[in-house]
């Protein structure tokens, strides 16, 4: 399975260097929405909603971005 790695971007690039096996760039993109879910009900207070700005960008082992899933989508 091809890995993929999910870093997260608003006022600061955090980088995913470890990454995550999955299926193809369909599971990738659910994979990517199950992380934004979780990051806004665990942040949701410190953030006051205020997710505008916010992605998680998709990227191939080679570190080619692939997909942009902002946060204000889910």
């Known amino acids: ?14 980088k995913d260097t470890v990454g995550t096996e999955v299926a193809d760039l369909s599971a990738a ?3 990517a929405l199950s992380d934004i ?6 942040q949701f207070s410190m953030l006051d909603g205020h997710w505008a700005g916010w992605s998680i960008e998709v ?9 942009t899933v902002p946060f204000i989508s889910n």
């Not at 091809?2 to 955090?14: D, E, I, L, S």
């Open 1 to 14: 399975m091809p890995r993929y790695f999910f870093h997260v971007r608003n006022h600061v690039h955090t």
């Open 37 to 42: 879910a979780d990051i806004r009900r665990t």
């Open 59 to 67: 990227c191939d082992e080679d570190g080619e971005l692939l997909l």
């Open 29 to 31: 993109r659910r994979e």
